[in-house]
């Protein structure tokens, strides 16, 4: 019988979800749906000492920006509950042991002393320390103590851990869906901690195979710097005697700088001025790191141009919705090298977007801003004014820039445009304007453009005269839509008001 398809996004909460994570959560997600399974969400966190609070919370709500949606976990429930580790740390201790007594695992009980002498003694030698087969024996370890003194030290309450046995020169094989096979000699490698008395807590290690496996996962798809944790997790498995229902793995490649080398961090945003983190994170400590969200980025644009970041759909396309990369995804076509992170290319994804937004869908988008600036609109004109604009815009924060004048009278005009049309014929040819204008009913943008043309050929007047001139009424500068897009959004009486105010405020150049 072919196995359910249950993948699992598990994030550790140590801070802001960087973008690599959302990408890897994404491509879990797409897989997921592709194959008509389900997608998990389990808070890896056990590890104290890197808890920040709060991180959790932005994961959720960054997911949900998203559009990644969790079947089961975390704030969702499911069969498998609790989802958060913290909260299921009764479970692991039993297998802890379940892995000493079979003779994978022992308890050690070295002190930080203890393995600075080892440490010192090794590097005099010439050598790199490793915890591993050469060393466990000369610590106090269950391998070199005898029972009763095991059981004497955890009675009266020594500290201790479990170590992995890691078995000497042997070859593990493995397969990952996106490398291929792989293979490791076990003695390039440690004993590594599985369980700690000191919190009564396992660590990444023990926890992440056993909820897998509990979970039922079939297929563990992460960043690529988990795969050297990976012959260490196969053999768990194999000790745990699990490997009949062991998942398969996918470890998705890095995404690195612009610059192409090394991996993409919030340094690199910082210098280059764009974000890492879906969402503006401020740390318990207040220090803050800016978002896609809040710099104006559309999270259909976001998700699009992270999918694209280390696989391919097969194409030249570039443009696809969720539902579309829900049905080409395939763990086939990402890439085993490292994916360039291009900001250009984000802001290129994003102003697309913006393109083809409807003024419904732009109207959403945009009240929000206009609130903020104190302008009170209706959703209708909001769309619309957003609409007119929308082809010039490459982020949702470009709005106001691009669009205050259809709602604020300019109260200030650009100095250039002033010095350049407020002189000579024109402010008595504004004046003759503005008793055009008033006079006419219809002021629809094709009506009021008929009757301004017309009268500007009888007139004799330039075309560019007129229209600048009014532009420097209506808009304060040398920008904006077409002249009749203007009168028409702000209305007759605004028009007249906007043009005595050019008249009453500005002195024409001599
Ligand atoms: N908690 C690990 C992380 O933060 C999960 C790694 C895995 O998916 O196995 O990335």
Same mark, same amino acid.
Request: charged fraction near 25%.
């Given at each position: 019988?072919?196995?359910?398809? #249950?993948?699992?996004?598990?994030? @550790?909460? *140590?801070?802001?979800?960087? &973008?690599?994570?959302?990408?890897?959560?994404?491509?879990?997600?797409?897989?997921?749906?592709?194959?008509?399974?389900?997608? &998990?969400?389990?808070? $890896?966190?056990?590890?104290?000492?890197?808890? +920040?609070?709060?991180?959790?919370?932005?994961?959720?709500? @960054?997911?949900?920006?998203?559009?990644?949606?969790?079947?089961?976990?975390?704030?969702?429930?499911?069969?498998?509950?609790? !989802?958060?580790?913290?909260?299921?740390?009764?479970? !692991?201790?039993?297998?802890?042991k379940q892995l000493v007594e079979a003779g994978w695992a022992y308890y050690?009980?070295?002190?930080?002393?203890?393995?600075?002498?080892?440490?010192?003694?090794?590097?005099?030698?010439?050598?790199?320390?490793?915890?591993?087969?050469?060393?466990?024996?000369?610590?106090?370890?269950s391998l070199?103590? *005898?029972? $009763?003194?095991? $059981?004497? #030290?955890?009675?009266?309450?020594?500290?201790?851990?479990v170590?992995f046995k890691m078995p000497?020169?042997?070859?593990?094989?493995?397969?990952?869906?996106? #490398?291929?096979?792989?293979?490791?000699?076990?003695?390039?490698?440690?004993?590594?901690?599985?369980?700690?008395?000191?919190?009564?807590? %396992? *660590?990444?290690?023990?926890?992440?195979?056993?909820?897998?496996?509990?979970?039922?996962?079939?297929?563990?798809?992460?960043?690529?710097?988990?795969?050297?944790?990976?012959?260490?997790?196969?053999l768990? !498995?194999r000790a745990?005697?699990?490997?009949?229902?062991? %998942?398969?793995?996918?470890?998705?490649?890095?995404?690195?700088?612009?610059?192409?080398?090394?991996?993409?961090?919030?340094?690199?945003?910082?210098?280059?001025?764009?974000?890492?983190?879906?969402?503006?994170? *401020?740390?318990?400590?207040?220090?803050?790191?800016?978002?896609?969200?809040?710099?104006?980025?559309?999270?259909?644009?976001?998700?699009?141009?992270? @999918?694209? =970041?280390?696989?391919?759909?097969?194409?030249?396309? /570039?443009?696809?919705?969720?539902?579309?990369?829900?049905?080409?995804?395939?763990?086939?076509?990402?890439?085993?090298?490292?994916?360039?992170?291009?900001?250009?290319?984000?802001?290129?994804?994003?102003?697309?977007?913006?393109?083809?937004? @409807?003024?419904?869908?732009?109207?959403?988008?945009?009240?929000?801003?206009?609130?903020?600036?104190?302008?009170?609109?209706?959703?209708?004109?909001?769309?619309?004014?957003?609409? &007119?604009?929308?082809?010039?815009?490459?982020?949702?924060?470009?709005?106001? $820039?691009?669009?205050?004048?259809?709602?604020?009278?300019?109260?200030?005009?650009?100095?250039?445009?002033?010095?350049?049309?407020?002189?000579?014929?024109?402010?008595?040819?504004?004046?003759?304007?503005?008793?055009?204008? /008033?006079?006419?009913?219809?002021?629809?943008?094709?009506?009021? /453009?008929?009757?301004?043309?017309?009268?500007? /050929?009888?007139?004799?007047?330039?075309?560019?005269?007129?229209?600048?001139?009014?532009?420097?009424? =209506?808009?304060?500068?040398?920008?904006?839509?077409?002249?009749?897009? +203007?009168?028409?959004?702000?209305?007759?009486?605004?028009?007249?008001?906007?043009?005595?105010?050019? &008249?009453?405020?500005?002195?024409?150049?001599?």
């Amino acid at each position: 019988m072919k196995r359910e398809v #249950r993948v699992r996004f598990a994030p @550790s909460p *140590t801070g802001p979800l960087h &973008i690599g994570g959302v990408r890897t959560a994404l491509y879990n997600y797409l897989f997921a749906r592709r194959h008509g399974g389900k997608m &998990i969400l389990r808070i $890896e966190d056990t590890d104290s000492q890197r808890f +920040v609070p709060g991180a959790e919370e932005y994961i959720i709500e @960054s997911l949900k920006w998203c559009g990644i949606e969790i079947d089961e976990g975390v704030g969702v429930g499911g069969p498998h509950e609790p !989802y958060r580790q913290s909260e299921r740390r009764e479970i !692991y201790l039993k297998y802890a042991k379940q892995l000493v007594e079979a003779g994978w695992a022992y308890y050690a009980f070295d002190t930080p002393e203890e393995l600075d002498t080892l440490r010192k003694e090794a590097e005099e030698a010439g050598k790199t320390f490793a915890y591993n087969y050469e060393v466990r024996h000369k610590l106090p370890t269950s391998l070199s103590l *005898t029972a $009763e003194e095991v $059981e004497a #030290r955890i009675a009266r309450g020594d500290q201790w851990v479990v170590r992995f046995k890691m078995p000497e020169n042997e070859g593990v094989k493995m397969d990952d869906l996106i #490398r291929g096979h792989v293979e490791v000699n076990t003695s390039t490698l440690d004993d590594k901690v599985l369980y700690k008395s000191a919190d009564a807590l %396992p *660590t990444y290690h023990l926890a992440n195979i056993v909820d897998d496996h509990l979970m039922e996962v079939s297929h563990v798809i992460r960043g690529e710097e988990w795969l050297p944790s990976l012959p260490l997790h196969y053999l768990l !498995y194999r000790a745990f005697g699990w490997t009949d229902t062991q %998942p398969e793995f996918a470890h998705l490649p890095l995404l690195l700088k612009p610059t192409g080398s090394g991996k993409l961090s919030k340094r690199d945003g910082d210098k280059m001025g764009f974000p890492v983190f879906p969402l503006f994170w *401020t740390s318990p400590t207040g220090e803050t790191a800016r978002g896609y969200r809040e710099d104006g980025y559309l999270p259909e644009a976001f998700i699009n141009m992270l @999918s694209l =970041l280390g696989w391919n759909p097969g194409n030249d396309e /570039e443009i696809f919705s969720m539902q579309e990369l829900i049905d080409l995804f395939s763990l086939d076509r990402v890439s085993k090298s490292g994916a360039r992170f291009q900001p250009d290319k984000a802001k290129w994804f994003n102003a697309q977007y913006m393109h083809k937004l @409807s003024d419904e869908e732009l109207a959403p988008i945009a009240q929000p801003i206009y609130k903020a600036h104190g302008v009170a609109t209706t959703d209708e004109l909001a769309g619309k004014a957003a609409g &007119i604009m929308k082809e010039r815009m490459t982020l949702t924060t470009d709005i106001w $820039e691009l669009t205050s004048f259809f709602f604020v009278a300019p109260t200030e005009y650009e100095e250039k445009l002033t010095k350049k049309q407020w002189k000579g014929d024109n402010p008595a040819m504004l004046a003759k304007l503005r008793g055009l204008l /008033e006079g006419i009913d219809d002021f629809s943008k094709e009506n009021t /453009e008929a009757v301004v043309r017309a009268w500007i /050929e009888a007139e004799g007047y330039a075309l560019g005269q007129v229209m600048n001139t009014l532009r420097l009424a =209506l808009v304060g500068a040398g920008k904006g839509p077409g002249m009749f897009d +203007v009168t028409e959004f702000i209305g007759k009486d605004e028009c007249l008001k906007r043009i005595d105010n050019l &008249i009453a405020n500005v002195t024409p150049a001599e």
